[in-house]
């Protein structure tokens, strides 16, 4: 059952044809639990529902959790249709379900929306749309979880961190999640100055929780470029206590690892 199904019983309406916008509390002039326009624009206001109904409604769209006031448009609408299709197979089924109820309900949320994007990612796909859904979807956060679960945090280092001490993920998830600790995503927009200055915002985490490593990532021809240049270029001074080594060097695909040493 898709989304829009479970919506549609959630709200008893028969709806033929697909919507292009979703808004929640968006429009003032909606006094009645609904209103759908000629634009095919579904109005939904949550006042006019019933607890029931505005709690089983949350747990499709996690996402009006925090502001009850929520628009989601056509490309955010396709990006839940194509999460849907993609649980259907179970991939990734394991990880979400160690994490339920070990982070936030709208990190979970994203991070279904990740796992999704690796799968795409690793059939060697264009990911470069889906991310941006992603993050229009998830915001910052949303788009620091999908960098951190395509490469392989969640399952490589979350879990087992999890496993072996709860204290230390609970005390290091946010950390985690909101700067992403432990790994430096490089662009092809960032200066020398930047990549510096988040490798030592990194290795400072690192040293806190007493963790042996810090990650530098790049995907991109132009990117893997910049960190070559970077990590054969760097002043000691710019992080004298770690020394580099390459753990995965492919065409466009670049993982440096900084081992305190």
Not at 169 to 197: C, P, Q, R, W
Request: net charge positive; with cysteine.
């Amino acid at each position: 059952m898709t989304w829009f199904d479970k919506l549609k019983g959630i709200l008893n309406i028969d709806i033929k044809t697909p919507i292009l916008s979703l808004n929640f509390n968006s429009n003032n002039k909606v006094t009645n639990k609904y209103y759908v326009s000629l634009e095919r624009e579904l109005d939904i206001n949550l006042a006019a529902l019933s607890p029931k109904q505005k709690q089983d409604i949350k747990k499709i769209f996690p996402q009006i959790l925090a502001n009850e006031k929520t628009i989601f448009k056509k490309e955010t609408l396709d990006l839940f249709d194509s999460i849907n299709d993609y649980n259907k197979n179970k991939e990734g089924k394991q990880i979400l379900t160690f994490f339920e109820n070990k982070i936030p309900k709208y990190d979970l949320e994203a991070l279904n929306a990740s796992l999704y994007l690796r799968s795409v990612f690793r059939k060697r796909k264009d990911i470069k749309k889906l991310k941006q859904d992603i993050n229009t979807t998830f915001g910052t956060r949303g788009n620091n979880i999908s960098n951190l679960c395509t490469a392989g945090y969640f399952d490589n280092f979350l879990m087992e961190l999890y496993n072996s001490s709860p204290g230390t993920f609970n005390g290091l998830y946010e950390d985690i999640v909101s700067n992403k600790a432990l790994a430096v995503f490089v662009n092809e927009h960032m200066t020398k100055e930047k990549i510096t200055e988040d490798i030592k915002n990194k290795l400072d985490v690192s040293k806190k929780y007493g963790i042996k490593f810090v990650h530098i990532h790049g995907i991109g021809t132009s990117t893997v470029k910049k960190i070559n240049e970077y990590i054969e270029n760097k002043e000691k001074k710019d992080f004298d206590t770690f020394h580099p080594k390459k753990i995965l060097k492919e065409e466009n695909i670049i993982i440096v690892e900084l081992i305190l040493k």
